[in-house]
């Protein structure tokens, strides 16, 4: 079980799934440098592995659940989520979730929000929690030519259910939650994209999402990338998040990098880098 202490507030990380990511997809333009540059990490089919992690943040006040992966339900192209598993190892019921917080609301994110019952309705996986969400990337997603895409049934059958059972916390960047979490907007990736921000004291962590799939984008912030919904925005958030963060001393935590996916961000010769392990 991978855990880290931020002050009093403790974080697990708890992997869904691990999968293997291609760079060239997540830069096409810089393919070969990545290749070259990340050859030793790379198997023989030339991907990396990456993971789908959620992380579990218990401060004094509550117990929070920092997105929640892919899910029970079979998705092309991804590998089948275990968080229910996860959860069990870190000795946690679903039921004892009291916040569910989502940096976005992209399919590997919000898949455990829901499971299909036996009679083919669908429950709420997480039947005491509140769930937090961005208004910004709410009215996006949730705007009816997203809703009803064919493409987007992760939406009707992941989202909406929450909206229909009373307990969405739409809120803007400024809230604050159990007494140490706060949020970073950090829009472009989507529209209502968040980093989520843990203090207490003069400790930090900071989950940051999708704006970064893997650590090169931390160094090669203004390389586009086609996982962007506005690669401009997107271009102009990480590179201010990272410059924020390179070192501050605060933990960075990012849920696609190689599982427990924590390290901090520091600055060499002018170069921003992600430097894992604590
Ligand atoms: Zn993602």
Redesign the pocket.
């Known amino acids: 079980m991978h855990t880290l202490q931020v002050g009093s507030v403790n974080i697990t990380a708890l992997l869904d799934a691990p999968f293997l990511q291609s760079l060239a997809y997540l830069s096409p333009e810089h393919a070969a440098e990545l290749e070259d540059e990340y050859r030793d990490t790379l198997d023989e089919r030339g991907l990396c592995t990456g993971a789908?992690t959620c992380y579990l943040v218990r401060t004094a006040d509550g117990l929070a659940l920092v997105d929640t992966g892919i899910g029970p339900r079979k998705r092309k192209g991804f590998p089948h989520g275990r968080l229910d598993a996860a959860l069990a190892e870190a000795g946690v019921s679903p039921t004892e979730i009291d916040l569910v917080i989502h940096t976005h609301l992209?399919i590997?994110?919000v898949g455990w929000n829901t499971y299909e019952t036996p009679d083919g309705g669908c429950a709420i996986f997480f039947p005491n929690a509140r769930f937090v969400i961005q208004q910004a990337e709410w009215d996006y997603w949730m705007a009816p030519e997203q809703l009803d895409a064919p493409d987007n049934a992760v939406l009707r059958e992941c989202v909406a259910p929450l909206r229909d059972s009373g307990r969405v916390d739409l809120v803007d960047a400024n809230a604050r939650y159990l007494g140490a979490i706060g949020f970073i907007a950090n829009p472009g990736h989507t529209p209502g994209h968040v980093a989520v921000e843990i203090t207490d004291g003069a400790e930090r962590a900071v989950i940051v999402g999708?704006s970064c799939?893997h650590p090169f984008q931390v160094t090669h912030s203004s390389w586009p990338s086609p996982m962007d919904v506005d690669a401009n925005h997107a271009i102009e958030a990480r590179g201010a998040l990272y410059d924020r963060l390179a070192d501050s001393g605060a933990y960075v935590l990012g849920?696609?990098w190689k599982h427990p996916g924590w390290g901090q961000v520091v600055r060499t010769d002018g170069e921003r880098r992600f430097v894992p392990g604590i």
């Open positions: 789908v992209h590997d994110h999708d799939h849920g696609h």
